[in-house]
């Protein structure tokens, strides 16, 4: 089964500096791969996924993600963070089971954006 | 409207209890999922249904049923309440489950606590 690996488990930054949040997946496969955010007490919101092509995937509120299929990573940034960025990201990654397909996700990474 | 929709959202009971999660989704969807969020912030997999067929099963104690009345609802009922399973629980859908990468809509939450 396929999973990924959040290396971070928080990451604070400050506000209007860049981000990166690291992820790595296990398989030797094609992948579909997600990131999801978490705002305090909300649900979970797609940032933006890749399912194949263009390497450099762009997704809402600023956010893109970069496919390294060499260094099995699909690492996140962002170049200038707002006080509102401030969440649980989550990557994750499809593994298909009896015909359906379900998320596997990693630990999660808070990113926490200080004045 | 709301997506996909959960009641109720907060739920604190006392231990040995019985209670339920409703979930409905307006997105026509196929598959419908329910997903445990813990303390931690690990999101696991529970249950996914496709067109009212429990399909995914994974190794929840059988105080877990979850019931699908229709495509369009996917309701968890818990027997027996206990400590351990204070959580968040997260009902999700998406159109279909034949590995197209298909984006996965995830409700609002639904924070148990038992006391």
């Known amino acids: 089964a396929q999973s990924v690996t959040q290396l971070d488990s928080q990451v604070p930054v400050f506000e209007e500096a860049p981000v990166e949040l690291r992820c790595n997946y296990s398989?030797?496969?094609?992948?579909?791969l997600f990131w999801y955010v978490q705002y305090p007490n909300q649900g979970l919101q797609l940032l933006l996924k890749y399912l194949s092509g263009s390497t450099l995937v762009k997704g809402i509120n600023g956010f893109e993600a970069e496919f390294n299929k060499s260094q099995t990573s699909f690492h996140l940034r962002k170049p200038s963070v707002h006080i509102s960025d401030t969440a649980e990201y989550f990557c994750?990654?499809?593994?298909?089971?009896?015909?359906?397909?379900?998320?596997?996700f990693g630990k999660g990474t808070k990113l926490t954006v200080n004045p | 409207d709301t997506a996909v929709s959960q009641t109720p959202k907060y739920l604190v009971t006392q231990m040995g209890n019985d209670k339920s999660i409703k979930c409905e989704q307006n997105l026509g969807h196929d598959t419908m999922y329910w997903y445990k969020q813990d303390s931690k912030k690990f999101l696991k997999i529970m249950f996914s249904y496709n067109n009212k067929e429990l399909i995914i099963n994974e190794t929840v104690p059988n105080r877990f049923s979850p019931k699908s009345p229709d495509k369009a609802h996917l309701n968890l009922h818990i027997n027996s309440l206990e400590l351990g399973d204070s959580a968040v629980y997260f009902c999700?859908?998406?159109?279909?489950?034949?590995?197209?990468?298909?984006?996965?809509?995830f409700g609002e939450g639904s924070w148990l606590t038992v006391v």
């Open positions: 999700a859908s998406t159109p279909q489950g034949r590995g197209h990468g298909n984006t996965i809509y």
């Open positions: 398989s030797s496969v094609s992948v579909y």
């Open positions: 994750a990654v499809t593994n298909f089971q009896g015909g359906s397909e379900k998320l596997v």
